[in-house]
DNA sequence: AATGAATGAGCGTTCATTCAT
DNA sequence: TATGAATGAACGCTCATTCAT
């Protein structure tokens, strides 16, 4: 092992761990290579070593622990039956991994949006694959008879998607850095009813019943 | 109104509705003011004679149309008693709203949400006031009986923001612009069924009870 | 006129005047930006309101001058019949134009010629078209039975192309600014009648013997 | 010699012959020190066990084929005594070795010119032992009474120089690899007989009447 | 009120060079 | 002797903002 004291695998995790810190800190826009060589503690070109630009930085963020959250996701499911259970720990789990790391969820909920073509990147990527977690879910769920024959996979994932999206970036955006794991029980309980329904429940659109 | 008053709030709509385009087309931080001076057909320097920054012109787009569109959505709501149309009516102005002009959702959707500081602004401002509206709503359901007893309004309300939110993003990163206003129906089915719940739905946290 | 007290090509003439200083003194890349703009006194970014990059800036500068250069030693050629005449009017005129301006011939020797790129541009823009007049000079004293008919008007002009670029340069690096004009008599004189002078005309090598 | 010497020779060498390589590719600024190594096939350091710097490297390639050239161009003259001859022999070498590697010859013409620094180290070391040579020539001519008597040696030798010099960085920037060789007759013709011949040399101007 | 020429701070990236192994 | 990871100084260019007219 050569001047460093690190191997080059874990060189790269200090400065994308650096990376993070510095971005949630100061925004992407907002914070120079310069300072995220300083949080890592290597020199400016140093970077350049293990990642092509800035823009690469914020990308292998991404890449880096997105990908893991999914086939974490995935795995807890299969070993789960019930559609209920599934998405009880796949939502527990996005809520503790972020809970976890506020520096990384800030880069999440904000830094990796800040353009159309990153949005685009990451709508295609791993949220796409998130997405698809969840529309399964609901599928099985739906033909386990749990789940409400009228639901439509698709806008039930992303109904889904959207209000622990919008928890998780209301909770970043908050100044007090507490109870993100405590909303997975009312949040639940709403998307539950919504997905299961009942047999009573006269149909909204038929409004005006007797 | 003296023609001087009238000529100066209309050229400061032109400059914003320019704004808008501009940033929608090229980003906030890809558009260059002279851009904007340019679609506006004013001088560079005149952009800062009605607003004072380039933040500030962003700022304003927020202010300018969120502004009504809660104002709008509030008076839906007064002319409504049953919580169930009052969601429709206040999703369905949301849905077309911005389905409505497409520029203008992209700026509301990704280009005022690329800094934890402008997040703050929305999330503290029009948002804000979105979130107590529908809060609100659910609320006076509960109390009429009409939605489930246990909700928990503020969190309801996240859901039910968070999942328009979602939808109307994945509109506007979408490339075929079509269709966003369609989605209102499924949106509302689920929830509905999460808000409204029925007697038969054993909670899925009770679960295994007589 | 506005904030600047020139018109606007004046200031374009002092930037010009200013790269060619800082360029001859420090070289193009030793010189920097801001040396050219503080040497003509304007911001860094005013540059750039005249010149499209540095380059650009360099290649104006031979646009600027060698191009007026060319057209008046073509117009002094137009009012002489002897091609010798002609030879010595166009000759003088490259000596004194840049024995005028020492920076100016430093860029000319020198600094456009760094690389294949500029040399190329340079080859087969003006200095083409100056080898151009020196080889219709060349081909109209054959013609006129004046220079020998042995002549090859192409490797003609080249010769005394190179032979002038060869004092100018060497007076360029010389430390003592001197005398280039006065080089101008001994170079007519070893062009006109070459090495070998009239009665020993006999040719060289194999050519010719008795 | 040991074998480590003759191997660190050997490399050197073959460092040197990379470097003419790569700086004749893509220009001395071009190219990074990196290419230099690649090519040469050894690591980024090793360059440095070798030469001091980059110009030092560019330096040496000067140094090792310069040097060279005028001592077997003073041996080709050392075997000729007729001043004709002499220059016969060494233009021909002169234009022979450059067009054997027109890399050697980019690097020549182009790149050790980039900056007055280097123009000088040439000017004043090897170009002037090659100039002392050529001037020597064409001074035994004048005392043999071959070349004619007015000549200015110094001005007639900075004279051939040049249109040599010209005709090999003409050939090197043409896209055609092609007969630099061929233009040694049409050129000493030139040089040896000037452009007026022998029986139309009445002088030109007032210079030599009766 | 309107103009647009001028300003100048700010930053991502490159690459010659070093030195611990 | 050879390596190649690490260093960090250096710089062209952009663009939000100002202000004389």
Redesign the pocket.
């Known amino acids: 092992?050569?001047?460093?004291e690190?191997g080059?695998e874990a060189?790269r995790k200090t400065i994308l761990a650096a990376a993070v810190r510095v971005f949630a800190e100061k925004g992407y826009?907002?914070?120079?290579?310069?300072?995220v060589?300083a949080a890592a503690?290597?020199?400016?070109?140093?970077?350049?070593?293990?990642f092509?630009?800035?823009?690469?930085l914020l990308t292998a963020v991404l890449e880096e622990h997105a990908q893991a959250f999914v086939e974490r996701a995935r795995r807890d499911c299969a070993r789960l039956a019930d559609p209920r259970h599934r998405l009880h720990a796949v939502l527990e789990r996005h809520l503790v991994s972020l809970e976890a790391n506020r520096a990384l969820a800030t880069v999440f909920q904000i830094e990796l949006r800040h353009s159309r073509k990153f949005l685009r990147r990451i709508a295609k990527g791993q949220v796409s694959q998130y997405l698809q977690l969840l529309q399964e879910i609901v599928a099985s769920g739906v033909s386990q008879g749990i789940f409400r024959r009228e639901l439509d996979p698709k806008v039930a994932a992303r109904v889904i998607f959207g209000a622990v999206d919008e928890l998780v970036t209301a909770w970043v955006l908050s100044q007090k850095p507490s109870g993100l794991k405590e909303q997975l029980a009312p949040l639940l309980e709403v998307l539950f009813y919504g997905l299961c329904g009942s047999e009573s429940n006269e149909a909204h659109g038929k409004r005006g019943e007797p």
């Open positions: 092992m050569a001047r460093g690190l080059k060189k826009f907002g914070a120079r290579m310069r300072d060589a503690q290597v020199a400016d070109g140093t970077l350049y070593l293990y092509d630009s800035k823009e690469d």
